[in-house]
């Protein structure tokens, strides 16, 4: 018979305190989540439109995850599963050095780390299409058992991949095997999952018509999602909002931000 | 079935047994169905003495006959609610969560089920001294978030401690998994002392696994899981809650299709209808005996930023005796009150 591991919630409680998440460079998008930044051990969901900064913030977390343990960060890798080849590499540059960079200032003294060190913490997958995303998908848990420092995983973007050649139940049914696979995955080695998805139109819904893609049901599944948009009136063409619209641990909230050229900041 | 044991019954030896498994007399139901002139021949018993074998099967293993006398004082005895500690959902649900039963709390994505549940452990935990079973299917119990709830209640740390270490938490994630974890209950290779109530947050993410699959190999994992989820509800005297989620669906009203094209119907508001639909099919429809609905209110006034209203609605129930009474709730940072 199967051993179940059956915690009490002391050990969790210890557990889910002993490590940092990974924080976004933005304080006010840090706090609405009340857990200061991305928790490790769960799924996030980033919502948005074209434009709205889901890959941006994407690209800022796997730089944060970089911040040295001196500075309460984690010290570890990151893994970028690029459905939708929105990544470009000179741009994850650009916000990991000057995300460095500031942690330099912060310290007073150089960071012990070459710039393509830096870089080499970055593991980049290209999984476009179905069967190849669903053939990494597969892969994980053995890559993430041979490369014990990721701490973080992006996935831009989860609907991608499903948005030809299957059928709506085939798709939920897989959807939620990979979920149930990438959640087992991050509890297990403390891993914080971040996944961006695209908005969808659901005529007639009475909450709005403008929905996540994916359904009700998919809805259910990520532990937080997170709303990205951009604010209509505005002086600030780099300020964005986020709603918190799921949270196990904090209310629903607003912060604002801004994408600037070394990354997230906070808007002034 | 079961086998055919020497130690169960005093004419049977150990050889005449074997002789049985060699003429493919292995179970119970085997012997019942052999014609008792065989096995009187293969056994070397007198025709007596098979049939008292035969009627022996037959008390021990057929269903207990019991009469409504005892069986109401065996309920007396044992406790048959377990109050959710929240005054207004006690008395939509007189008095409780039924004990011996499975409840289901459905809603949308977002309508605080979660944090219900969380609550419902909390509570639970510290009233009663029973310990709570929490199966967590999607990585969603945080204990940061029901220790701040304790503190938010001005708990010391020490029965903090005491109510945090009697909610326990597994993490399962496939339907395999399920079925075994409650078979290790049943059969009580996998104890937890003074286990009063166990959720499962949540059920469709395991069953959403199978969707899609031909085989129905979901449809058959549910049935097994109901009815072990059965048998520990009565024989442990525990709670059982199921999470369950809710899905929107979006009929177009087709009422005008009759009209001219050219006439007013361009003009016309669309209508949309929208239904609310539980999941998990028809078979589990009527698994619970008792299923409440959560809903997320929209608040409308400044001052109650901190705080959110929930909507409690009984919807099925075999056991209240009014359907669709409802409650308010509050959401806050002291967790569902």
Not at chain 2, 105 to 127: E, H, P, R
């Amino acid at each position: 018979m199967k051993a179940f591991k059956i915690s009490n919630t002391t050990e969790l409680w210890q557990k889910e305190t002993s490590l940092p998440a990974v924080v976004s460079f933005s304080q006010s998008l840090d706090n609405i989540l009340g857990t200061n930044g991305f928790q490790l051990g769960s799924i996030t969901e980033l919502l948005g439109l074209p434009g709205s900064g889901k890959t941006q913030l994407c690209l800022q977390l796997c730089a944060s995850v970089q911040i040295p343990k001196l500075l309460g960060g984690l010290n570890a890798e990151a893994l970028y599963i690029d459905t939708n080849t929105n990544f470009t590499i000179t741009r994850f540059r650009e916000i990991l050095s000057a995300s460095l960079l500031r942690c330099q200032t912060i310290l007073g003294e150089p960071l012990q780390m070459t710039e393509d060190e830096a870089l080499s913490k970055l593991h980049y997958v290209n999984a476009f299409g179905l069967e190849k995303f669903c053939a990494f998908m597969y892969r994980l848990p053995k890559f993430i058992e041979a490369h014990p420092n990721i701490k973080l995983i992006a996935i831009d973007s989860i609907a991608y991949p499903f948005k030809d050649g299957i059928s709506t139940k085939q798709r939920t049914g897989l959807l939620f095997r990979q979920m149930a696979e990438l959640q087992r995955i991050a509890v297990q080695y403390q891993v914080a999952v971040v996944l961006s998805n695209e908005m969808s139109t659901r005529v007639g819904l009475s909450g709005g018509a403008v929905v996540g893609s994916l359904g009700d049901a998919w809805a259910h599944r990520c532990n937080v999602r997170l709303l990205l948009s951009t604010p209509q009136v505005t002086q600030d063409p780099t300020e964005r909002l986020a709603l918190l619209l799921k949270s196990n641990v904090a209310p629903s909230t607003v912060a604002r931000f801004k994408i600037t050229e070394e990354g997230i900041r906070d808007a002034e | 079935m079961q086998k055919l044991k020497a130690q169960n019954f005093h004419n049977l030896s150990e050889s005449v047994i074997r002789t049985l498994a060699q003429n493919r007399i292995v179970t119970l139901l085997d012997f019942l169905q052999e014609d008792v002139s065989k096995l009187t021949l293969l056994t070397k018993l007198s025709l007596q003495d098979v049939l008292t074998i035969r009627n022996e099967i037959f008390t021990r293993y057929s269903a207990p006959l019991i009469n409504g006398t005892a069986l109401l004082t065996k309920v007396y005895q044992s406790r048959y609610r377990i109050s959710s500690g929240i005054d207004s959902l006690d008395s939509i649900t007189n008095g409780g969560f039924p004990v011996r039963h499975i409840t289901e709390i459905c809603g949308l994505a977002d309508s605080g089920k979660t944090q219900m549940c969380f609550q419902l452990a909390v509570n639970v935990a510290k009233d009663d001294n029973g310990t709570v079973l929490y199966v967590d299917t999607k990585g969603d119990f945080s204990a940061v978030r029901v220790q701040k709830m304790l503190e938010a209640q001005g708990y010391s740390h020490k029965d903090m401690a005491s109510i945090m270490y009697r909610i326990r938490v597994v993490h399962i994630w496939t339907m395999e998994d399920m079925v075994e974890l409650f078979k290790g209950i049943k059969n009580k290779s996998l104890e937890i002392k003074n286990l009063a109530l166990v959720i499962v947050d949540s059920l469709p993410c395991l069953m959403f696994q199978h969707l899609g699959d031909d085989n129905k190999m979901g449809l058959s994992f549910l049935n097994i899981l109901v009815n072990y989820s059965r048998f520990i509800a009565n024989e442990f005297n525990v709670a059982i809650i199921y999470i369950n989620i809710q899905t929107r669906w979006i009929d177009n009203d087709i009422s005008d299709l009759e009209d001219d094209a050219e006439s007013t119907s361009a003009f016309k508001e669309p209508a949309y209808i929208e239904k609310k639909n539980r999941c998990l099919g028809k078979y589990w429809e009527s698994v619970p005996v008792l299923v409440i609905q959560l809903e997320k209110l929209d608040y409308s006034s400044k001052e109650n930023e901190t705080c959110t209203q929930l909507k409690a609605s009984v919807i099925t129930s075999n056991i209240t005796q009014s359907n669709n009474s409802q409650c308010i709730l509050n959401l806050s940072i002291m967790g569902v009150t």
